[in-house]
């Protein structure tokens, strides 16, 4: 009871640090926001969609041992490489609205000052780190005896430091910081607390739910899953057919705008994406930088082994 207590405090202690040191509003939004004002077009109900398999699981985890250290994870792995790749989604967006500043303030008549111009159209500023949202099973995905599957769903939320083309760390030092912020976490009691928190909110109102819900993942800007599948083929049909790919898909939880999902299947790790359009205009682009980070963390652990 008195680890439990501990535990608690750090988890609302840790939850007040990341209400305190990020934004008011996730990057994202912030976008959408800026590309309304300047007069860019910003879609509100499509979705955007796709997904890739992206490595194999044995060399997922020889990178996160190789770079991360003894006990980081392929979860681990993968974080970083979405938080490459959501750097490189908002540096896209940065330049997209520098193009409609400059466009909107040609269009504002010669009258304005540049300066004036300017205060107008605030420039968007990369953040240097972002928040995850990493829905987790209580039990492990494992239906104990004497329970129905109910929603024993509880959620970490952690910061992790993006990785912009102003930084200088490499993708090993950045798969290092996000092993520590995710390590943590998973030490609190985080998940049963925002699960318990969740259920509270059941009795409140709508809109009061979903605010809980925005507040208790500290305006993370992206959700995370991790499903662990057969690590070799399945057979259907008395083994007639065998299923050759399984891919997951995550419901875009209230006030995120990008979900994705992480799952393992006969040895083979595949990535899914499903995000609001103003966030993710091209779902095939953002999987691609995510692919794009990983092969540099490849590339680093192989430089390393010639060293050695």
Known sequence: LLS??????QAMLYQGYLLLVSPFTNPFHRVKQLSEKLGGTTTTTARSISWVEAAPVEQ?????KSLGGRKATLNDVWVTCVSYAISKQLEWHQKRLEILAEFDSSNDGAASSSKKKKSRHPLFKLPTHINVGIPVHLTGGVILPGHSMGNRIGALCVRVPSATTTTTTTMKQQLKKTHESLYYVKRTPTALLTHMTARMGAILPPSW??????????RACVAMTNVRGSPTKVHMGNGTWSVESVVGYLPLPPGLPIGLCLMTYNGVCSISINAEAYAVPDADQFLGWVLEGYQQLVHEMEEEEKDT
């Open 4 to 9: 439990f207590l501990i535990g608690s405090l």
């Open 209 to 218: 739910s979903k605010l809980l819900f925005e507040q208790s993942v500290s």
């Open 60 to 64: 997922v985890h020889q990178v996160a």
